[in-house]
């Protein structure tokens, strides 16, 4: 056999594997599923939809879905599909940055915490949980107040990661402390390599898919929290995101004039995501821990 | 109970209190100026018909802050207020005090938000138990996939869809507020009643939305306790599978549930809060949006602070009560 | 409790040989396959395992981990979840076949006849109920109704009877020591005076002080009971200062079944010798002699003997031929194709 071919085979074998092992995780493949289709509206959408139509005043207001105002306009004459077409990678891109943040200080702090122990898990354990006591949402609320005016999709980011660190530090916390007393973790103590170096490279590795969960949760956090926020009218003022769109409609009483096609499509957005990211994360939590998973 | 436990409840309890009011001091601060006094003084520039009222709010204002102190005296003078429950009056409707808007509004709030929250943790822990329990009958799982799809829900906007087929499309509930309009607030049977039946809707959309999210974590724990010895061992006794659902896995399952409700409390009480500007109830929540709206910061601290206070004292209930609970939780542990 | 049905799995009388007859059989297990279904395919934990055990009789069952000792304990107990699953055979409790009986009936006989010690007693406890609690939640369920006076002095004697002060009754299970949790795991396994009780390594995770008094209390309580029991370890020790006869578990078969005493003397299997050959002696200084290699995968074991390719006397009919559990010698059930079937062993 030639060099070319095994390397087809073993890549094929491997995908094969990949797949093979996706079967056994079905909540996982759902729920990337459900993201995958967000993602795609996200990005094959500004090729079909013009932009023109997130501006007020593009359309005539209050139109019912129609062939050529396919989610129908809002009071103030934005169209609908354009507010969702480009709204929602708005959405995500809080999340994702958001949680990206908030798993990277999850991370410091629970590392940290969980494999030094002592005063220092005290204080970043403690921290957390006065932070996840308090109702986040208030406390984003007087932030948010107080630099009125124009927030943009990066401060609105910034902000609401002072809300996801919490449980990812929790869950890796006690992940670390569990594994702190294994083995290969004592024999690399023993071996010489410093607290840092075990936690990259021993760690780190055998907590990835608690890590992805943690992310993912953070994501969903994230984007909770930044919806809730816009809902109450303090995100970004000029932009269609997902949950200032749900403002607007309540600002405009869009529920007792029945202009059921404002407030529907974000909500039904919201929920694929929500939805796709519970699912995903449940699915991770199968690959973490076996005994969830289902008996094949 | 010994002291020692009680008195390090209560510390913990006061550090929240404490950081709570801090942050809402020092948060509006970190913009440079001070956020009251400028809206106060934009108000005064506006000028026209309203300027007498805003001078005379402006006078008391600085009375009260003396603004032209060092700011660590402004602070504790903040703190003492705090301690008093005293937080000043509000800009867009003086001279009413705040704590009085606020205690107007904390019993609607309070009511909606325990009796839900208790509901949809009972209700949900028991269904997540028995999803996890292999012997249930077939209509939990059956129900148990919608359940689960709703918890990803937030509770407003499930309030939303609920509104708008249950209020506006089939008139079976009203559209929101807390009574009729006109209506005198009293505590007579009939404006009970009237509350009452204003409250389903704004209730149902957080136990629904609850349930779910209460059912997945019991759900966890559940298969956690499960995989437990004694749960073997109870099974290796003969007992019956009731008893052993109930006495052993249920029982020990509990545990974690009630820490892990101690610590969903603030996002419970963010979410009502926006489930009372869907409905228009006036609770803090509903407070709270109007004074987004203009503005009105003595307000929106106030009502930060209060709900703080609520969380951290509910939490601090809880937490006297897990020992009852659990007889391994020791008084002399942290 | 005690009559055996003619419909519940009565054995062929052909299959029964004198000595059951003889001597009071109290569990006969034939051919028990237990195994475990992964992603990546059955694990055959359990082999096709037979044996018998006799009234009052103490049989240990010895092996490395993963020989599926543990798994012979559950099935046994009928305690087996998914994925595993019991695939085949018979077991025999006083002539009851207990696999084919319904749910309702396997609970009323686990504990009342059929009762297990769970290894590692530190859990086996109810955390949140007292130990009293434990123990007569037990009787209840079994159809002894007690008052609370009565219920309570009887509590005290189990535990005198097991070596625990009265005051334990009352406490909670975080509150005792490792060795008091055990003994009062025993005491609820003996507390309805069944006939087969299931010691699966009740000792394993004490210090060795503690072991040989739990050890003492387990042989008076079986001497008291007259009840037949199985202790499942890995402790050769141990095993020889307790048991009457001894089954060695390889990869989810029984290689080798002898009185205790016969096969120290002289093990017949090659792993058996392997294994007595390991223990450290006070008599002689010698390096520690392990077993080289590694155990077999269960997944997917090797062709013919499981134990062949660790095994210093192997031969060629080794790699092909499964050796099969046969009375060798008088008393001795040997699986291993280096000894004949002796004239006046069957």
């Known amino acids: ?296 | 109970m010994p002291l020692s436990y009680l008195l390090r409840r209560l510390a913990v309890f006061l550090i929240i209190i404490w950081v709570a009011a801090t942050v809402n001091f020092f948060i509006p601060r970190l913009s440079g100026a001070d956020p009251v006094r400028e809206r106060l003084l934009q108000m005064a520039a506006i000028g026209g018909t309203g300027t007498g009222t805003v001078e005379e709010v402006i006078k008391t204002y600085q009375a009260k802050f003396g603004l032209d102190k060092p700011l660590w005296q402004q602070y504790l003078f903040y703190l003492g207020d705090m301690l008093r429950f005293d937080f000043g009056v509000s800009i867009t409707r003086f001279p009413n005090s705040v704590a009085g808007m606020i205690l107007d509004a904390l019993p609607w709030t309070l009511v909606l938000v325990t009796v839900a929250t208790l509901m949809a943790f009972a209700v949900g822990s028991l269904f997540g138990a028995l999803v996890a329990w292999p012997r249930s009958p077939r209509v939990v799982h059956v129900l148990a996939p919608p359940l689960l799809t709703l918890s990803a829900i937030p509770y407003y906007l499930l309030g939303l869809v609920l509104v708008y087929f249950l209020a506006f499309s089939w008139r079976v509930f009203p559209l929101g507020g807390g009574y009729r309009v006109g209506t005198q607030p009293s505590w007579s049977w009939a404006f009970i009643q009237e509350a009452a039946y204003h409250s389903v809707l704004p209730a149902l959309s957080i136990i629904l939305s609850g349930i779910g999210f209460w059912a997945l974590s019991m759900r966890g724990m559940m298969v956690t306790t499960q995989g437990e010895d004694y749960v073997t061992f109870a099974e290796a006794k003969g007992l019956r599978p009731r008893r052993i659902f109930f006495r052993y896995a249920l029982r020990n399952a509990i545990l974690p549930q009630t820490t892990a409700l101690a610590l969903a409390l603030g996002h419970v009480v963010s979410g009502a809060v926006l489930v009372e500007i869907v409905f228009g109830y006036p609770g803090v929540g509903n407070l709270l949006y109007q004074a987004i709206r203009t503005f009105d910061y003595p307000i929106i601290y106030g009502v930060t602070f209060m709900v703080i206070v609520a969380i951290g004292l509910a939490t601090l209930i809880l937490d006297l009560l897990l020992p009852v609970l659990d007889p391994r939780i020791t008084y002399h542990r942290t | 409790m005690n009559d055996v049905s003619p419909r519940l799995g009565q054995p062929r009388a052909a299959e029964i040989t004198r000595q059951d007859e003889e001597a009071g059989v109290m569990l006969q297990v034939r051919d028990l396959r237990v195994s475990y279904l992964t992603s990546r395919g059955a694990v055959q934990a359990v082999n096709g395992v037979s044996f018998t055990l006799r009234r009052g009789e103490a049989l240990g069952l010895v092996g490395e981990s993963g020989s599926g000792k543990s798994t012979i304990a559950l099935a046994l107990m009928r305690l087996i979840k998914p994925p595993g699953v019991i695939e085949g055979g018979q077991v025999f409790l006083d002539g009851r076949d207990i696999l084919a009986l319904p749910d309702e009936e396997m609970r009323r006989l686990r504990l009342a006849e059929i009762a297990l010690i769970t290894q590692g007693a530190m859990n086996s406890l109810n955390p949140v109920m007292r130990i009293r609690d434990q123990i007569i939640d037990a009787w209840r369920e079994h159809g002894e109704v007690v008052e609370r006076g009565e219920a309570e002095e009887r509590v005290r004697d189990l535990l005198r009877w097991v070596g625990l002060r009265p005051e334990v009754a009352r406490m909670y299970p975080h509150e005792l020591s490792g060795g008091m949790k055990q003994r009062a795991v025993i005491a609820i396994a003996i507390s309805l005076r069944p006939k087969v009780i299931i010691a699966d390594e009740p000792t394993s995770a004490l210090d060795v002080v503690v072991q040989r008094q739990i050890m003492q209390t387990l042989r008076r309580i079986q001497r008291d009971l007259g009840a037949a029991v199985i202790l499942i370890g890995h402790d050769m020790g141990l095993m020889a200062q307790f048991v009457d006869r001894l089954g060695v578990m390889y990869a989810g078969k029984l290689v080798e079944v002898s009185p205790i005493r016969e096969i120290f003397r002289e093990p017949l299997h090659p792993y058996g010798e392997l294994l007595i050959a390991s223990l450290p002696s006070l008599a002689r200084k010698a390096e520690f002699q392990g077993i080289p290699g590694l155990p077999p995968s269960l997944l997917d074991p090797p062709p013919g003997c499981p134990f062949h390719p660790r095994c210093p006397h192997v031969m060629e009919r080794c790699r092909v031929e499964v050796p099969v559990l046969e009375l060798k010698r008088p008393h001795r059930w040997v699986a291993c194709h280096l000894y004949q079937v002796e004239e006046g062993s069957a």
Not at chain 1, 30 to 43: F, R, T
Not at chain 1, 45 to 53: A, D, K, N, S, Y
Not at chain 1, 131 to 150: D, Q, R, S, W
Not at chain 1, 254 to 276: A, D, E, K, Q, T
């Open chain 1, 1 to 296: 056999m030639t060099a070319v071919s095994v390397s087809l085979e073993r890549r094929q074998s491997r995908i094969g594997r990949v797949v093979g092992g996706l079967r056994a995780y079905p909540m996982l493949v759902a729920g990337l599923a459900l993201i995958g289709l967000v993602l795609l509206v996200s990005a094959v959408g500004p090729l079909f939809v013009p932009r023109e139509g997130v501006e007020v005043g593009s359309a005539p207001p209050d139109q019912r879905p129609s062939r050529e105002y396919l989610l129908g306009t809002d009071t103030v004459g934005r169209q609908i599909l354009a507010i969702i077409v480009y709204g929602t990678p708005l959405t995500l891109q809080i999340g994702l940055i958001a949680g990206a943040i908030g798993l990277g200080i999850g991370m410091l702090f629970g590392f940290v915490a969980g494999y030094y122990g002592g005063t220092v898990d005290h204080l970043f354990r403690g921290a957390a949980d006065v932070f996840l006591t308090v109702p986040g949402l208030l406390i984003l609320v007087v932030i948010a107040t107080t630099f009125k005016g124009a927030v943009s999709v990066m401060t609105q980011a910034l902000v609401v990661s002072a809300l996801a660190w919490m449980y990812p530090t929790r869950t890796i916390r006690s992940q670390v402390l569990s594994m702190r007393e294994r083995g290969y973790v004592q024999l690399a103590k023993l071996s010489g390599m410093s607290g840092p170096e075990i936690i990259v490279k021993e760690l780190i590795p055998n907590l990835l898919p608690y890590l992805a969960a943690s992310f993912v949760s953070a994501v969903s956090a994230a984007i909770l929290a930044s919806i809730g926020l816009e809902a109450l009218g303090l995100g970004p003022q000029n932009e269609p995101t997902l949950g200032m769109t749900i403002y607007w409609s309540l600002y405009y009483t869009s529920v007792l004039r029945n202009l059921w096609w404002w407030w529907s499509p974000p909500i039904v957005m919201i929920v694929i995501i929500f939805v796709g990211l519970f699912l995903i994360s449940a699915g991770l939590d199968q690959v973490a821990n076996p005994r969830l998973r289902r008996a094949v």
